[in-house]
């Protein structure tokens, strides 16, 4: 089973983009389903991640720019992102946590996100 991450792109400050994360099979027990970013030569850091139940945690640069959301039925994560910044640009990576028991860790191929000025 894969994750495929979509919906990167070029934009400008103050843009928006939406990226998806959808499962290529059937993954269960998801416990967290996350969003990690990483910028040319900085380490990969979180950005969201919504659990089990729908709780959500952002990160402080992007809290009221950006919002976590899921759809069970598509088994899909969603990362909406407005009021783009250019300190925004990187590589974003989904990354789900799913198991009882033994716990997994799915990771997307990653999609670029860039913001110019």
């Known amino acids: 089973v894969q994750l495929q991450a979509s919906g990167g792109g070029s934009v400008q400050v103050g843009g928006s983009l939406r990226l998806s994360c959808a499962a290529s099979g059937s993954i269960f027990s998801i416990n967290v389903m996350a969003w990690y970013r990483q910028a040319p030569g900085k380490q990969r850091e979180l950005v969201a991640y919504?659990?089990?139940?729908?709780?959500?945690v952002l990160a402080d640069s992007v809290k009221g720019r950006f919002t976590i959301s899921r759809d069970n039925a598509k088994n899909t994560v969603y990362l909406q992102m407005n009021s783009l910044k250019p300190e925004d640009t990187a590589v974003y990576y989904c990354?789900?946590?799913?198991?009882?028991?033994?716990?997994?860790?799915?990771w997307g191929q990653g999609t670029q996100v860039t913001v110019s000025s």
């Open positions: 919504i659990t089990r139940g729908d709780s959500t």
């Open positions: 990354k789900w946590v799913a198991g009882r028991g033994v716990v997994n860790d799915y």
